[in-house]
T-cell receptor
Framework: KAGVTQTPRYLIKTRGQQVTLSCSPI?????VSWYQQTPGQGLQFLFE???????NKGNFPGRFSGRQFSNSRSEMNVSTLELGDSALYLC?????????????FGPGTRLTVT | AQSVAQPEDQVNVAEGNPLTVKCTYS??????LFWYVQYPNRGLQFLLK??????LVKGSYGFEAEFNKSQTSFHLKKPSALVSDSALYFC????????????????FGKGTKLSVKP
């Protein structure tokens, strides 16, 4: 099976702009989670989607949003970008429906905000 | 609130020696526990997990972890380290009773950098 894919892999944006990141989960996986990884804060949970519904949301401002489509693909959007949004954004998929399932991560999208 | 602590930022081991990467956790209910590894410029890879049953869990690449409920720990171990094991290791916990609620997220530790020297 193909792994989790994320596009684009690298992105440079200017403060105030918005950005959309895309994630395609492993075939058959219905849950997609998003994480922000930075050297200072480590891995922080953004949100989790299961069957097109947001199941959980982390402590991020409303500028961060996401959605999941019927084919389980997911997008996350960050509006009004700030310098502090520069990070590696990781998407992870799992079978979903149970907290015991492990997550499979994509390679990430490296976002740089200037 | 649930949390994970990895007390060591870095662990240095000589090749062939045993290694231990420490992890302690705090959840209000019973935990599901996971270990992941991250190689440079790559996403995280799943190593192993504890759900229930035997406290000693075996995973990928010869790694194992021991669940200790009384000490709320889930240390990662390997009998003989390889240079190729050098990477960033993350412990993660999820509260099984609160899945779907505000405390049901998968929470990661800060990570421990493992360096194995020849």
């Amino acid at each position: 099976k193909a792994g989790v894919t994320q596009t684009p892999r690298y992105l440079i944006k200017t403060r105030g702009q918005q950005v959309t990141l895309s994630c395609s989960p492993i075939s058959g996986h219905r849950s997609v989670s998003w994480y922000q990884q930075t050297p200072g804060q480590g891995l922080q949970f953004l949100f989790e989607y299961f069957s097109e519904t947001q199941r959980n949301k982390g402590n991020f401002p409303g500028r961060f949003s996401g959605r999941q489509f019927s084919n389980s693909r997911s997008e996350m959007n960050v509006s009004t970008l700030e310098l502090g949004d520069s990070a590696l954004y990781l998407c992870a998929s799992s079978l979903g429906g149970s907290p015991s399932y492990e997550q499979y991560f994509g390679p990430g999208t490296r976002l740089t905000v200037t | 609130a649930q949390s994970v602590a990895q007390p060591e930022d870095q662990v240095n081991v000589a090749e062939g020696n045993p290694l231990t990467v420490k992890c302690t956790y705090s959840v209000s209910g019973n935990p599901y526990l996971f270990w992941y590894v991250q190689y440079p410029n790559r996403g995280l890879q799943f190593l192993l997990k504890y759900i229930t049953g035997d406290n000693l869990v075996k995973g990928s690449y010869g790694f194992e972890a021991e669940f200790n409920k009384s000490q709320t720990s889930f240390h990662l171990k390997k009998p003989s380290a390889l240079v190729s094991d050098s990477a960033l290791y993350f412990c993660a916990v999820r509260d099984r009773e609160n899945y779907g609620g505000s405390q049901g997220n998968l929470i990661f530790g800060k990570g421990t950098k493992l360096s194995v020297k020849p």
